[in-house]
């Protein structure tokens, strides 16, 4: 069914609009203007909506919302009306398998990506469908099942006609290109070099050349071709479990890594698989037992070093050991282009503390801001330096989603709900914190003058000066 006005509305997108998750390009800076600096559950309410529970973050078009969520057993897309908050449609998405998740993840993290009237979701449970403006379903792509422990966190983005993925996990970690129209897959590449991870990739479109694709995963960060999948370039020394988006300015690009282990001034040098198995392969078979290794050597290092979940330890996976222990959390600032590996010629600098575990990294007005457990931070895109490092008084706690900007103004949320308004400067300073008194792990969006904040249990929408 062709829906009326569909042209005129992907016409009138603009990049103001935010139709992805983190708004333009995953960037989370707006244009807009007028924004309130005070509300909560009562103050500046244009409107709440009660949702069921779910991480993802609301996607818009010039009139709807889309957000996914999960009610028992069952996954949803629900869309809402923009201006009201009025749901006007719920669909269920297949599941017959069910992920394990990590208590602060969930079944319905990946946020959806719009078109200007069609949305896209993913649902690590499923795969990927798309939906018209009334609900009808367009395509349906099943994926997986898939290995990765903590659940899926990695969000779908529109590129050139493309719905891309990156579908990252212990085993078989691949990068996918759907055509948006029709499903139909473009294009896969795999990624053997990468295990878990859950960052949201980011177009790369240089003065000279076809656009690209960025790609954070396990150890490195990666460029590929849009049009084919190709892998052009990449930068090592990264950490382990990479979650954020990267954040491009011109020909800057700048990631964002950390996990734990990370942080150690002192590493411990690991063997070669040789020499461990000649020391601890009791029975010669190759491999490594959890009853061939040591003591130290404990049963949440064999779970997180037994990849494919077979009770052993082979070559494959005692790399990938030797390659966590040695990474390292940074932000990495890296000049765009080149092929094969460029990590001598073109990283610019590297920071390395108070990294964010999940928040993606800010870049507004010509610096760059970071939240982590209450401490924020600003630096010097140009070489790294900090300008401004403190903690936000009276709103610490963990921050799992990402800072936005707009009007001079940053705005992010702690878990606990508190959502802290800050002038944005090298110098910051809090200009307000606003209570809503609910879990919140999913990031706000910022347009036309409204802010949108989604908790485990509503989505709000503030505006100034509402009576």
């Not at 990495?332 to 575990?357: E, Q």
Request: aromatic share 12%.
């Amino acid at each position: 069914m062709r829906w009326p006005g569909l042209l005129l509305i992907q016409i009138a997108l603009t990049a103001g609009d935010w139709t992805q998750f983190r708004g333009p390009n995953g960037s989370g800076v707006s244009p807009s203007k007028g924004l309130p600096e005070h509300f909560d559950m009562i103050k500046n309410v244009v409107w709440r909506t009660a949702l069921p529970l779910g991480h993802s973050s609301p996607v818009f078009t010039a009139g709807r919302i889309f957000v996914t969520a999960f009610e028992g057993k069952t996954l949803l897309t629900i869309c809402l009306e923009r201006a009201s908050g009025k749901v006007l449609w719920r669909r269920e998405a297949p599941r017959e398998r069910e992920e394990y998740f990590e208590h602060t993840n969930g079944p319905a993290s990946p946020s959806p990506v719009t078109d200007g009237a069609n949305v896209y979701v993913f649902f690590g449970d499923f795969g990927l469908l798309s939906y018209g403006p009334e609900g009808n379903e367009r395509w349906r792509l099943p994926l997986g099942p898939f290995n990765n422990v903590n659940g899926h966190g990695s969000s779908p983005i529109l590129a050139d006609g493309k719905l891309v993925l990156i579908c990252d996990q212990d085993t078989g970690s691949y990068l996918l290109a759907v055509d948006a129209k029709s499903g139909r897959v473009l294009w896969k590449t795999m990624r053997p070099e990468c295990t878990r991870g859950y960052a949201t990739p980011a177009v790369y479109r240089p003065k000279n050349g076809p656009a690209e694709l960025i790609v954070p995963g396990s150890f490195e960060v990666a460029s590929y071709a849009i049009g084919t999948g190709e892998k052009l370039w990449w930068v090592r020394g990264m950490a382990w479990q990479l979650k954020s988006v990267p954040v491009i300015d011109r020909d800057r690009i700048f990631v964002s890594g950390w996990e734990i282990g990370g942080d150690q001034e002192r590493r411990t040098k690991i063997p070669e698989f040789v020499k461990a198995l000649a020391e601890d392969d009791k029975n010669h078979d190759g491999k490594l037992s959890a009853g061939e290794m040591p003591p130290s050597y404990g049963s949440e290092w064999f779970a997180d070093t037994d990849l494919n979940h077979d009770g052993y330890i082979d070559e494959r996976e005692w790399l990938f050991y030797q390659a966590r222990e040695a990474a390292e959390n940074c932000l990495v600032a890296i000049r765009g282009g080149g092929r094969g590996d460029v990590t001598r010629s073109h990283v610019l600098w590297r920071y390395r503390k108070a990294l964010p575990n999940t928040a993606s990294p800010l870049f507004y007005e010509g610096v760059i801001y970071l939240v982590r457990d209450g401490i924020f931070t600003s630096l010097n895109p140009e070489n790294g330096a900090v300008y401004k490092q403190a903690r936000l008084t009276s709103a610490l706690g963990h921050y799992w989603s990402s800072p936005v900007a707009a009007d001079g103004r940053i705005f992010m949320v702690s878990e606990d709900g508190k959502v802290v308004v800050l002038r944005a400067a090298p110098e910051w300073e809090i200009l307000a914190i606003n209570n809503l008194d609910e879990d919140t792990f999913a990031t706000p969006a910022i347009l036309d003058g409204r802010i949108y904040v989604r908790t485990r249990v509503a989505l709000y929408c503030f505006a100034k000066r509402v009576t």
